[in-house]
């Protein structure tokens, strides 16, 4: 019914910049949450931004400064720009969703299928 799908993926020197991009659609009355998580090899999936349908964003640690997330609510999507990357930022990244379906009261989480970013010289 939802589809989370993602591009903007690639390789990138370090010190380089990315804009992630990740549309959703389907039957979709409201989306609440919009973010990116990301999972490296070895590594358990982590969050790196995420913002609220009122614009309020959170980010990891790691990518404050660096990493800006918006959204376009007309379109449904969300972006991730990524700059001063650095080979520790490599790892494919999902977008999240959390929304509610036309005819339901329930708020459901949907994933992208993921899109490999990597940084290396």
């Known amino acids: 019914q939802v589809q989370l799908v993602e591009s903007g993926g690639g390789e990138v020197q370090p010190g380089g910049s990315l804009r992630l991009s990740c549309a959703a659609s389907?039957?979709?009355?409201?989306?609440?949450?919009m973010g990116w998580y990301r999972q490296a090899p070895g590594k358990q999936r982590e969050l790196v931004a995420r913002?609220?349908?009122?614009?309020?964003?959170n980010y990891a640690d790691s990518v404050k400064g660096r990493f800006a997330i918006s959204r376009d609510d007309a379109k449904n999507t969300v972006y991730l720009q990524m700059n001063s990357l650095k080979p520790e930022d490599t790892a494919v990244y999902y977008c999240n969703a959390w929304l509610r379906l036309l005819r339901s009261i329930q708020t459901e989480e949907y994933w992208g299928q993921g899109t490999q970013v990597t940084v290396s010289s």
């Open positions: 913002i609220t349908q009122g614009g309020i964003t």
């Open positions: 389907g039957s979709i009355f409201s989306i609440y949450i």
